[in-house]
């Protein structure tokens, strides 16, 4: 067994193992007629093993192909450097992109309370746009903004008024 398709089985048992466990956690809250606080958590664990066995259905269909000389092998060095900066390999721009998104969240956190929900949210958004345009596209700020601004009024809208959830206003009046 090829060391890449052994880490793609870890990483699906993993998935389907946490996502059993998450499942099984979720079992002990408490639960009322209707959306309640273990809605969402049995939605997502769900969710978590789905993807555990869709990731384990791939590793399969791996092998099947591997076994019947269907998969291409990648000469190691092409196409690098396209769109890239100088000297910037894939992997380290990857490792970048990794530490900005990491960052972005916890700034997030750290100025979800004293800002709000909707202009940390429409901010973080607008950011991570931007950290995840591939280096050969344009950044299309006015469109980023549009969706940042709309997706953040839509998800406080929604959890104010259809599920009657506060999340933090911040310096907004309401």
Known sequence: ????KKKELL????MLGTGLGYLLMTTQLPRHD???AAF???????????????????VRGLATA??????????EGEGEGEGEGEGETPASSDIKTVVKTLALI??????LNPV?????TAIYLYLQFIVLTPLDHRVNHLVYALIAL???AITYLLFREAFDLMLPSGLLPF
Do not use: N
């Open 1 to 4: 067994m090829a060391t890449s």
């Open 11 to 14: 990483i699906g048992v993993a």
């Open 40 to 58: 969402v958590p049995s939605l997502l664990s769900a969710m978590l093993c789905l993807l555990g066995v869709l990731q384990l259905l791939s």
């Open 66 to 75: 591997v076994a019947e000389g269907e998969v291409e092998v990648e000469v």
């Open 34 to 36: 209707g959306i309640d």
């Open 150 to 152: 709309v997706t953040s």
């Open 106 to 111: 916890v700034g997030y956190i750290a100025l």
């Open 116 to 120: 709000g929900f909707p202009i940390m």
